[in-house]
């Protein structure tokens, strides 16, 4: 549904009204799609999620069962690291539309009259996809670490205290999340701020709007299916995310997010139905968070 | 009228090769179907059978398979400048078989991930001999996931440290062998301490706070916490030794003093000096020093460290049973075992070895991490198997440090 936000705004002729076979044989191919492979897979994580251990009760033995329990000890063993998650993936929404949209905006806006500038600064958005996101992720916790250049240099700045780190930390997680979704945001919003028809702009300054006025009422507005999919771009994927939290790349064991959580319980603990409650719960969780924000920014019709 | 077989030996050949191909066609189709039921099956019966039916063994095709896969972890076989093992390579030849030298094993959790459920339904898990840790293959021997050997295919297995021989999660060791074996003790960076580290308890000193890294591994991380507590880890101690040392572990976690808990990519951060002491595995740093400058030092804890090693098993599915028995045959000569040592730097669990090596790598033999004296062995301790539930609670408690629950 959030997806149709990407299509365009203006609202599209109606569909004829005839019913046509053809039409029902099309989405066949796709219903057989959604069926095997979300539907499926979906029903098998809710039964997994309310299995019981099996009476040897070794490691990784599960029975069929209805023990919804496990979904409160989940909340109760990890909420924190729930709400953590929705916390590092809310900072790094927001800190990706504002690093975001003054770049669409400068590439959508002020380089159309340039199209080589506008082409090569879309390009350089969507380079870093050239270089696998693991391998890009490693880097940055190599060009965080202790003895690198960066951190020395904010230490001998005394912007860092002599015995900070960088890597494993909160800091390093939101950055790393940040980092990696900042296309996600910055290429839709590109794509509604470059329909931005410059004509309401100056019909803005002619009535004596400030130029951060016009922003406001009129650049924002039009620009808003950009930013909600932007968001839900970049919020849904980077709640869910657990390879830059992960110990193994920018977190530690203080930054833990849900992801790494089901990871842990999934691989290593072999503890499924709380893995697959876990993983039922953070999209629950994300459906209601996702409904609300396109209630509150009043962009239903986009829908 | 069938056509007369052609005298010609190179039509000959091609005539049988034409005929493999054509086994092995059908035999990859029938595979094809055969995983397709067996998923669908795996879907519906896991939990209805709660894994508690054993699988049983696949037969023995190795008399007309002439093929073999062993899945081992990197950095785990000899290596020439172009990158092919010697050793291997001089199998092949000797023993005609065509290996497939998989490096599939970095992690042992993620690899039981991947092959638990063909493991439960006895189907080929695509290796016919695989190296994994101590408490994995106890898992393995638990569940039925593994072959029994047969001793008269590998006379060498004579050749097996007499201390191996009986572990608790296999004695008499009929199912599994040992590939190469190793300490967890504490390693330091010399430039930045200087004055060397003596037991575990030295990495708690708060001048270091932040800069300690420990292992995912839970039996050398709590192994080696447990020895410094004074608990013989090897004995049959309660559960309160084992949750006095995760307090312990969980209380440097959460103070900072321990910067990170990784597994292999904790080399990276020794690299990077991300952490500058950390408790690691022996070989590593004699590889590591050899890579990156000669800055890294090992040393077993005063406590002791703990010993583990990585053992060969036929996985339940696999058809190339002989095959592997005689690859395992081959690697217990100790001409080769020798090799490999001087190479991975662990522990050969190949008696005589040592005397191998001692002449051809005069500077190795006395290396206390590759051969091992008595002296070394007695400060060396095997973490026990754990029961069923046992293994639960405790991975629980360990990885909810992990997470920082």
Same mark, same amino acid.
């Given at each position: 549904?959030?997806?149709?936000?990407?299509?365009?705004?203006?609202?599209?002729?109606?569909?004829?009204?005839?019913?046509?076979?053809?039409?029902?044989?099309?989405?066949?191919?796709?219903?057989?799609?959604?069926?095997?492979?979300?539907?499926?897979?979906?029903?098998?994580?809710?039964? #997994?999620?309310?299995?019981?251990?099996?009476?040897?009760?070794?490691?990784?033995?599960?029975?069929?069962?209805?023990?919804?329990?496990?979904?409160?000890?989940? /909340?109760?063993?990890?909420?924190?690291?729930?709400?953590?998650?929705?916390?590092?993936?809310?900072?790094?929404?927001?800190?990706?539309?504002?690093?975001?949209?003054?770049?669409?905006?400068?590439?959508?806006?002020?380089?159309?009259?340039?199209?080589?500038?506008?082409?090569?600064?879309?390009?350089?958005?969507?380079?870093?996809?050239?270089?696998?996101?693991?391998?890009?992720?490693?880097?940055?916790?190599?060009?965080?670490?202790?003895?690198?250049?960066?951190?020395?240099?904010?230490?001998?700045?005394?912007?860092?205290?002599?015995?900070?780190?960088? #890597?494993?930390?909160?800091?390093?997680?939101?950055?790393?999340?940040?980092?990696?979704?900042?296309?996600?945001?910055?290429?839709?919003?590109?794509?509604?701020?470059?329909?931005?028809?410059?004509?309401?702009?100056?019909?803005?300054?002619?009535?004596?709007?400030?130029?951060?006025?016009?922003?406001?009422?009129?650049? /924002?507005?039009?620009?808003?299916?950009?930013?909600?999919?932007?968001?839900?771009?970049?919020?849904?994927?980077?709640?869910?995310?657990?390879?830059?939290?992960?110990?193994?790349?920018?977190?530690?064991?203080?930054? #833990?997010?849900?992801?790494?959580?089901?990871?842990?319980?999934?691989?290593?603990?072999?503890?499924?139905?709380?893995?697959?409650?876990?993983?039922?719960?953070?999209?629950?969780?994300?459906?209601?968070?996702?409904?609300?924000?396109?209630?509150?920014?009043?962009?239903?019709?986009?829908? | 009228? %069938?056509?007369? !077989?052609?005298?010609?030996?190179? +039509?000959?050949?091609?005539?049988?090769?034409?005929?493999?191909?054509?086994?092995?066609?059908?035999?990859?189709?029938?595979?094809?179907?055969?995983?397709?039921?067996?998923?669908?099956?795996?879907?519906?019966?896991?939990?209805?059978?709660?894994?508690?039916?054993?699988?049983?063994?696949?037969?023995?095709?190795?008399?007309?398979?002439?093929?073999?896969?062993?899945?081992?972890?990197?950095?785990?076989?000899?290596?020439? *400048?172009?990158?092919?093992?010697?050793? &291997?390579?001089? =199998?092949?030849?000797?023993?005609?078989?065509?290996?497939?030298?998989?490096?599939?094993?970095?992690?042992?959790?993620?690899?039981?991930?991947?092959?638990?459920?063909?493991?439960?339904?006895?189907?080929?898990?695509?290796?016919?001999?695989?190296?994994?840790?101590?408490?994995?293959?106890?898992?393995?021997?638990?569940?039925?996931?593994?072959?029994?050997?047969?001793?008269?295919?590998?006379?060498?297995?004579?050749?097996?440290?007499?201390?191996?021989?009986?572990?608790?999660?296999?004695?008499?060791?009929? !199912?599994? !062998? %040992?590939?190469?074996?190793?300490?967890?003790?504490?390693?330091?960076?010399?430039?930045?301490? %200087?004055?060397?580290?003596?037991? +575990?308890?030295? &990495?708690?000193?708060?001048?270091?706070?932040?800069?300690?890294?420990?292992?995912?591994?839970?039996?050398?991380?709590?192994?080696?916490?447990?020895?410094? @507590?004074?608990?013989?880890?090897?004995?049959?101690? @309660?559960?309160?030794?084992?949750?006095?040392?995760?307090?312990?572990?969980?209380?440097?976690?959460?103070?900072?003093?321990?910067?990170?808990?990784?597994? @292999?990519?904790?080399? *990276?951060?020794?690299?990077?000096?991300?952490?500058?002491?950390?408790?690691?595995?022996?070989?590593?740093?004699?590889?590591?020093?050899? *890579?990156?400058?000669?800055?890294?030092? =090992?040393?077993?804890?005063?406590?002791?460290?703990?010993?583990?090693?990585?053992?060969?098993?036929?996985?339940?599915?696999?058809?190339?049973?002989?095959?592997?028995?005689? &690859?395992?045959?081959?690697?217990?000569?100790?001409?080769?075992?020798?090799?490999?040592?001087?190479?991975? @730097?662990?522990?050969?669990?190949?008696?005589?070895?040592?005397?191998?090596?001692?002449?051809?790598?005069?500077?190795?033999?006395?290396?206390?991490?590759?051969?091992?004296?008595?002296?070394?062995?007695?400060?060396?301790?095997?973490?026990?198997?754990?029961?069923?539930?046992?293994?639960?609670?405790?991975?629980?408690?360990?990885?909810?440090?992990?997470?920082?629950?």
């Amino acid at each position: 549904m959030a997806f149709s936000a990407f299509a365009p705004s203006t609202v599209s002729e109606q569909a004829p009204r005839r019913k046509s076979r053809v039409a029902l044989l099309l989405l066949l191919p796709g219903i057989l799609y959604l069926l095997l492979f979300f539907l499926v897979p979906l029903l098998s994580l809710i039964l #997994t999620s309310l299995q019981a251990p099996t009476v040897s009760g070794d490691i990784g033995q599960y029975r069929t069962a209805f023990e919804w329990q496990n979904y409160s000890t989940a /909340i109760g063993q990890y909420g924190g690291q729930i709400l953590r998650s929705f916390v590092y993936a809310v900072l790094a929404t927001v800190f990706a539309l504002l690093f975001s949209y003054p770049l669409a905006y400068f590439i959508g806006v002020k380089a159309r009259p340039y199209p080589l500038l506008q082409n090569l600064a879309l390009i350089l958005v969507i380079a870093p996809f050239f270089i696998s996101f693991l391998l890009r992720t490693l880097a940055w916790k190599q060009l965080l670490s202790d003895e690198s250049a960066i951190v020395t240099g904010l230490k001998a700045l005394a912007l860092l205290a002599p015995d900070a780190h960088v #890597t494993g930390t909160p800091v390093a997680v939101v950055f790393g999340l940040t980092y990696n979704f900042i296309p996600f945001m910055t290429l839709p919003l590109y794509a509604s701020l470059e329909r931005l028809d410059l004509r309401y702009l100056e019909a803005g300054n002619d009535l004596y709007a400030t130029p951060f006025s016009t922003f406001l009422r009129v650049t /924002i507005p039009l620009s808003m299916p950009g930013i909600v999919s932007g968001v839900l771009l970049t919020f849904i994927p980077a709640a869910g995310d657990y390879v830059n939290a992960s110990r193994e790349f920018l977190g530690g064991t203080g930054t #833990t997010m849900i992801g790494n959580v089901i990871e842990s319980n999934f691989l290593v603990s072999l503890n499924y139905p709380a893995a697959a409650a876990m993983s039922v719960m953070l999209m629950v969780a994300i459906l209601i968070l996702v409904t609300i924000y396109v209630r509150r920014s009043g962009t239903e019709d986009l829908l | 009228m %069938p056509l007369p !077989l052609s005298a010609d030996p190179t +039509v000959k050949q091609l005539v049988s090769l034409a005929r493999q191909s054509q086994i092995s066609r059908r035999a990859v189709l029938s595979g094809a179907s055969l995983a397709a039921v067996g998923l669908s099956v795996a879907a519906c019966s896991s939990s209805a059978t709660g894994g508690q039916a054993k699988p049983s063994a696949a037969a023995d095709g190795s008399a007309s398979d002439k093929t073999l896969v062993w899945a081992n972890w990197p950095g785990y076989l000899d290596q020439d *400048e172009n990158k092919k093992s010697p050793t &291997l390579d001089a =199998f092949r030849t000797q023993s005609g078989l065509d290996v497939t030298y998989d490096v599939a094993i970095d992690d042992n959790n993620t690899y039981y991930g991947k092959v638990k459920d063909q493991l439960a339904l006895g189907q080929d898990i695509g290796a016919d001999l695989v190296c994994l840790t101590d408490w994995m293959i106890g898992r393995l021997i638990r569940f039925g996931y593994v072959q029994k050997l047969d001793e008269t295919k590998i006379p060498n297995k004579k050749n097996l440290t007499p201390t191996l021989q009986n572990p608790d999660f296999d004695p008499g060791r009929t !199912l599994s !062998l %040992p590939w190469q074996g190793g300490f967890a003790g504490i390693c330091w960076n010399k430039e930045k301490i %200087p004055g060397g580290l003596k037991s +575990v308890s030295d &990495l708690w000193n708060p001048k270091y706070k932040g800069r300690i890294g420990v292992l995912t591994e839970m039996r050398d991380t709590i192994g080696l916490i447990m020895l410094e @507590n004074g608990v013989d880890i090897a004995s049959k101690w @309660n559960d309160d030794a084992f949750m006095n040392a995760t307090d312990d572990f969980k209380k440097h976690v959460v103070s900072g003093q321990i910067r990170n808990v990784k597994g @292999n990519a904790y080399l *990276e951060d020794l690299k990077s000096e991300d952490t500058i002491a950390a408790i690691c595995w022996s070989g590593d740093i004699t590889t590591l020093n050899g *890579e990156a400058g000669n800055k890294w030092e =090992f040393a077993i804890p005063s406590a002791g460290a703990t010993l583990w090693n990585d053992n060969y098993v036929v996985p339940i599915g696999s058809k190339r049973k002989s095959n592997a028995e005689s &690859l395992m045959n081959y690697y217990y000569e100790p001409e080769v075992a020798a090799e490999i040592a001087a190479y991975v @730097n662990y522990i050969t669990p190949v008696v005589g070895a040592q005397a191998v090596a001692a002449a051809k790598y005069p500077e190795l033999a006395n290396n206390q991490l590759i051969f091992p004296n008595t002296d070394t062995l007695a400060k060396a301790h095997i973490f026990r198997t754990l029961s069923p539930a046992e293994e639960n609670t405790y991975n629980a408690a360990f990885q909810a440090v992990l997470l920082g629950s």
